[in-house]
């Protein structure tokens, strides 16, 4: 018996010995983090993308004939999905994804001299409480977001609060209660900012205001004919019930918004038009949002990804790095980071870009970050849909724009078809339509060239996306000529450092890793696929490619 507890005790400590928590944790390395800071984000417009299901191409007989490119072209969530599904998104490197917004817009069209347009570009809304046909369904939504978030993607939607959609014969004017109709913004002061419409016919929401308002009679009307305003309204009453706002217009707003977070678990919102809204609706918005937010994890705790907060990012039209927390507003210097929003779009870029060297810009970009706005960001772009002006308008450098923008500090924001060089000039265009031409799909099946060039974003985006250093690391210069720099990102226990070297001469090429890699560790070039061992503090690369981008090899 005592030779049997003996031989019990040995194997229980060996089994100890070979279970050492501490020991499989100090092997264990952990895995790459998602860092919003440093994300490679891709914005498309939900009907210019790629087109699901043609059954729900025309809704509301929306069929009168549009200026050129202002009438829907078929795009949809189901389309969306379908390229998340390919792995069109994973070999772009892409880990969040950013389309205009998908609430049902106005039935009718406008003329404003450009031809009839109907809301396509989603926002004109006439109910934030349902999709749009014309972009899908709710259950399209719900696999959307889930098919994303088993690929590791994030999705974000953009949130309107400031205005309604136009007036139109189809789409009555909401109650004096709800929006102001005149004046119509000058610009010039903050009041003339935000107490007034943006541009003739689009009502501005009174988001000012706290007077308690009843639901707009065109609301209470198409509720009850598809049979949901006892619903909709329980759901109101429980919301002012639970937050104590007063049921103002704003408010009603920023409950059928956040219903989209608990309701399908996004992760995100893009925010327009912020400086036309009070500074402190932002605020409120973000209470809102992180309690939706919260309460979804809760009640899914299986589809928790991970612990990011809600992702707010803002459209600060016109606020650029220069500014850095204090954006001046006719004369109101306002920090709309405060208590607000994680990051703001980066007007500025593109000019940054256009004038600077790389390494000026790189290092500017690393400095600011990790200063003034250190514990925040900025969401950097080269082309949009309503930036008239692009850093590379007629797409005569779409090597070099993703090069500069993929490797930036801050997140990036790739504009549906930079990759594939979407022409952004379009004959009979007026205005944004443009910018906003379907996806050149056909070149990305058939074109070489085409092909070559997604390559490069597939790379660099890849590069991105695997290395939280790229975006939200310090950036350093190693060598002047060859251009050689060094990122380094660490949170916790998780650490993370490459090396690039950019405008490389092609063939054998040296460079000297000895501030970053250990003597003797193996390294990969993600660009050229090629593997070098460092030797005396160096690497050697014999590759055709200018660019070489290194990572430690685990």
Known sequence: MKNYLTIILIAIVLFGCAENPKKNTAEKKPETPFVWEGANLYFLLTDRFNNGDTSNDINFDRTKETGKLRGFEGGDLKGITQKIEEGYFNDLGVNAIWMTPIVEQIHGGTDEGTGVTYGFHGYWAKDWTAIDPNYGTADDLKKLVDTAHKRGIRVLLDAVINHTGPVTEEDPVWPDEWVRTSP?????????????????????????????????????????????????????????????????PRFYIMKWLTDYITDFGIDGYRVDTVKHTEEFVWQEFKKECDFAFSKYKTDNPDKVMDDN????????????????????????KINYFDNAFESLINFEFKWNALQQDNETLFSRYSTVLHNDLKDYGLL???ASHDDGQPYDGNREKPYETATKLLLAPGTSQTYYGDESARSLVIEETVGDATLRSFMNWDDVKNNEETNKLLSHWQKLGQFRKNHPAIGAGVHEMISQSPYVFKRQYSNGNYS???VVGLDLP???????????????????????????????????????????LLEAIK
């Open 309 to 332: 907060e809600f992702y707010l990012v803002g459209e600060v039209y016109g606020y650029g790095i220069s500014a850095g927390k204090a954006y001046d507003l006719g004369g109101t």
């Open 506 to 548: 092609s063939g054998m090429k040296e460079l000297d890793v000895s501030s970053v890699f250990n003597e003797g560790q193996k390294l990969r070039d993600a660009y050229s696929g090629m593997n070098a061992t460092v030797t005396n503090g160096k690497i050697n690369i014999d590759s055709k490619e200018t660019i070489v």
């Open 380 to 382: 950097n772009y080269l």
């Open 184 to 248: 119509q913004c000058d610009y010039t002061t903050y009041d003339s900012t935000i107490t007034c419409t943006l541009v003739k016919n689009l009502p501005d929401i009174k988001t000012e205001s706290n007077d308690n308002v009843e639901l707009p009679p065109q609301l209470v009307e198409k509720w009850k004919a598809e049979g949901r305003f006892d619903q909709e309204v329980a759901e109101l009453d429980a919301f002012f019930e639970r937050t104590g706002h007063p049921r103002a």
């Open 496 to 498: 993370d450092k490459v």
